[in-house]
């Protein structure tokens, strides 16, 4: 028995983990935070399905049967090779999940229009990780897709709320919506982007949902513990938190209570 591993390479999976344990609060977590090789947004498939695998085994080494990946990047180019190659070898018991499919098998019942925009870093983009999820659940839904490199640096740099994030919030909202006049819904496919709601919810026009996944993942989460009760079991329930990171606990400390909401105190745990 053990707690929940939550993994993401920086700090917007802190976006999700607040979600999480306020939906199930009784549950024990870890959060990791792979933050000396963040971000993973530019690299490739291989390098960050080696970094995903190496901080998954670690939360399964610190006791942890289902580990979260609270990352879009991590799901997108390593979550698939971890459950059908991985876990069978180094964890046949544990268990693994992502936040992209939980976000898919959402979307097609909230968009009207049938055409959805997502905004996402460049990994998660390239990877066609959404427009493939949402397919194989919304054959008919049209998938629009745009990177938006400078929104994390904004949100790191503590500059989401300032003037500085107005212009690069009004111009990737008019290129998406450039690509047709008929989207109706965005899904921000980083677990940063919801730091920016404010700025996005001020220059979108009306009319649009905008799907953040804190919510969504938490949901499911909830929904997935009900269906396998076998794993359930094996949850401890002390409702006690703990922070890890690759890189300077005080600056995580620093960061992470922009994004959980309230002071956390970490460890750093060492890279392999």
Avoid at 168 to 175: D, Q
Avoid at 189 to 205: D, E, F, V
Wanted: with cysteine.
């Amino acid at each position: 028995m053990g707690p929940i591993g939550v993994f993401d390479s920086g700090y917007g999976g802190l976006t999700v983990l607040k979600e999480i344990v306020a939906e199930l609060p009784e549950y024990d977590y870890i959060y990791l935070g792979d933050n000396a090789r963040a971000p993973y947004g530019n690299r490739g498939f291989d390098t960050i399905h080696a970094y995903t695998l190496e901080c998954v085994q670690k939360l399964f080494d610190m006791g942890c049967p289902l580990v979260i990946l609270a990352c879009n990047t991590a799901s997108a180019k390593a979550l698939r090779t971890i459950q059908q190659k991985d876990l069978p070898r180094i964890a046949p018991d544990n268990r693994v999940l992502g936040v992209i499919r939980p976000t898919s098998e959402m979307v097609g019942t909230i968009t009207q229009t049938g055409e959805v925009g997502i905004l996402a870093t460049n990994g998660t983009v390239s990877s066609e990780s959404y427009p493939l999820e949402i397919n194989k659940f919304f054959p008919h839904v049209i998938t629009h897709q745009l990177a938006c490199p400078m929104w994390v640096p904004l949100v790191e740099n503590n500059e989401h709320e300032g003037a500085g994030a107005d212009f690069f919030v009004k111009e990737y909202l008019g290129k998406i919506l450039a690509q047709s006049a008929n989207i109706d819904t965005l899904v921000l496919g980083c677990t940063h982007y919801p730091l920016l709601m404010k700025k996005i919810r001020q220059y979108l026009p009306g009319g649009i949902t905008v799907l953040a996944q804190g919510k969504i993942v938490a949901r499911s989460l909830k929904d997935y513990l009900k269906r396998h009760p076998e794993m359930e079991s094996r949850l401890t329930k002390n409702q006690e938190h703990r922070f890890y990171t690759t890189d300077d606990p005080a600056i995580f400390n620093h960061m992470a209570e922009i994004f959980f909401g309230k002071e956390v105190a970490s460890d750093k745990i060492d890279q392999d």
